[in-house]
């Protein structure tokens, strides 16, 4: 039995530790909502997240982590790219670690401030620590139901990965190493800009055409960026093209939500005022835009929904300027 800790209790850090509390581990999850806490500790529920799903009995919450987090064997870190710094640096301050402990990076995005990848924030300020990167297409509420899914555990070694993987691994649930891990990490930020891309495409009515034409020109981009972050991975894996493929045709992605909210009229600034939901793909969006211009790197569609993001376009703007990025 392992002991496990998932920092975040949002809906994926939850259906992680569910998942992985599911196959007789224990799993304590941290969170900053003390509502929640109570929730997970008395009821197995957290229906702001999860809703009507019922939690292992292995699985607990916590406030405050650093007592429990010396023993773990698997740390698994599901927050914000805004808040991925900050918890970077919490880890890095707290003595007595297990050694052997494994760093599983699930979140997704780019570091605000420096425009750094996730893991080499991460490396930052955890030289030392033996770190891998799980991503795949995998809507949490899914995972929690227990249906189908897979995933990718992404580090250089496959006998990094292999214990993660037995970890995580039942009946509905199948991580599979990739030993690519940039890649993986690249693909996680730009998927979600393009999801941004597709709802917009879809509120327009702009045709499963356009939808295409973003996912083709938006893995060149991918390409690109590999270049610039010096890999040159494959993306037909389930970080890659399985995570872009769910976030850009469901609905139920966020930033789909967004691409449609936007192609509405609404703007960027009142939809993030109104809601307290994380739009990783406006996120990203701004920072890729700010790479391509300090690096010189030519990315027409990432750009194109950062300016409809945050330029505030009228509609006709917005229809315009993505038909003429995709039929340049």
Known sequence: MKKTLVIGA?????????????????????????????????????????PNIKLSSNLSA??????????????????????????????????????????????????????????????????????????????????????????????????????IINLLNNDFFKAIYDNQP???EICGVIKNILAIGCGIIDEMNLGVNAKAAIITYGSQEIEKLGKYFNCSGKIVTAAGFGDIFLTCSSTKSRNNSLGRLLAQGNKYSDIISSSSITYEGALSA??????SQTANIELPLCNTIYEIIYKDLSLNEIKNKIIKTLIW
């Open 286 to 291: 701004l920072s890729i835009y700010r790479i």
């Open 182 to 184: 940039v890649t993986a």
């Open 10 to 50: 949002g809906s994926w850090g939850l259906a992680i530790a569910n998942t992985i509390s599911i196959n007789n581990n224990i799993v304590k999850v941290s969170s900053i909502e003390d509502d929640i806490i109570n929730e997970i500790n008395k009821y197995k529920t957290a229906e702001k997240y999860l």
């Open 62 to 163: 916590i406030n405050n982590y650093s007592d429990y987090i010396k023993d773990c064997d698997y740390i698994f870190i599901v927050v914000p790219s805004s808040a991925f710094k900050i918890i970077s640096k919490q880890i890095s301050n707290i003595n007595g670690i297990n050694p052997k402990c494994k760093f599983i990076i699930c979140s997704k995005g780019l570091d605000p401030e420096s425009l750094q990848l996730l893991s080499n924030c991460f490396l930052e300020y955890n030289s030392n620590k033996n770190y891998a990167i799980l991503s795949g297409p995998n809507f949490a509420v899914e995972v929690a139901s227990k249906l189908p899914t897979i995933t990718n555990i992404c580090c250089k070694y496959e006998e990094d990965a292999n214990d």
